[in-house]
């Protein structure tokens, strides 16, 4: 996996952003983020001083960040009463609720996803020239699978395909969650994150319309955003949880 400088800049608001590239006023129009009270936001720099070190490891962080999504989910939030009652009582104390139910620790979760990598060569833990190491695109699916069977994670994760704009909104309403494989991004350059649902905006006069993607990138704790008009080449692996089954 190649990793490209950044020649444009993050995304923390959809909103702003559009407002910049078209100079005009927007709103939000439709925000669909499912999973907005459980996303886990691990990033590469937590983990890069663990053990041996590592490097190139966006792929295991990813990985990571999905399982300790679907971790949270499973133990505070199957349903709609029990996720507002643990909200509500960790809002009320000061504490982040979206730390109610963790029973996995980021830095095991990232050591067992990357050393599982690393035994099945899908992950390479090295730098070579700027041109070689991380995690194999084309054996990422397989990589995903075989993590979640290790945390017993019953999630079915369908064959990578290229993405289609159109059907971000349609996953984001299903509740998937997408595993996105970045190339040449202008920002991202080669990189995988992890997309929880989708932000459509619209100009106040209504001629412009954008979608982003809201994502746990790797590199910031929060959720920031992609413009899918900027995608470029872009590759999906749909994860559908058994709440969606």
């Known amino acids: 996996m190649r990793f490209e400088k950044k020649n444009t800049e993050v995304i923390d608001d959809p909103v702003r952003h559009a407002e910049s590239v078209h100079h005009k006023k927007f709103r939000v129009v439709q925000r669909v983020i499912p999973w907005e ?5 691990c990033v590469t720099s937590q983990f890069a001083s663990l053990g041996k070190g590592y490097q190139r490891h966006c792929g295991p962080v990813a990985i990571t960040n999905l399982i300790l999504t679907l971790d949270k989910w499973s133990l505070c939030g199957k349903n709609r009463e029990n996720t507002e009652r643990m909200k509500g009582r960790y809002t009320d104390s000061g504490q982040n609720w979206q730390d109610c139910g963790q029973s ?3 830095e095991d979760v990232f050591l067992r996803v990357s050393r599982i990598g690393e035994k099945t060569l899908i992950y390479h833990n090295m730098d070579l020239f700027h041109h070689f190491g ?7 699916g397989l990589y995903i699978r075989v993590c979640l069977r290790r945390y017993h994670l019953a999630c079915p994760v369908l064959p990578c395909v290229p993405y289609r704009k159109g059907l971000f909104m349609e996953w984001a309403k299903e509740g998937r969650i997408l ?9 991202y350059g080669d990189h995988h994150v992890i997309c929880y649902g989708a932000v459509e905006v619209e100009s106040g006069d209504r001629e412009e319309h954008e979608l982003y993607l809201a994502i746990a990138d790797g590199w910031a704790p929060h959720l920031r955003y992609l413009a899918v008009s900027g995608l470029g080449i872009c590759f999906v692996h749909q994860i559908i949880p058994e709440k969606n089954r």
Do not use: E, I, V, W
């Not at 009270?37 to 936001?41: A, D, L």
């Not at 991380?134 to 990422?140: F, K, V």
């Open 104 to 106: 996995l620790l980021p």
């Open 134 to 140: 991380g995690t194999s695109d084309a054996l990422t």
């Open 37 to 41: 009270p459980f996303p886990n936001m």
């Open 179 to 187: 595993y996105l494989q970045l190339r040449n991004h202008p920002c």
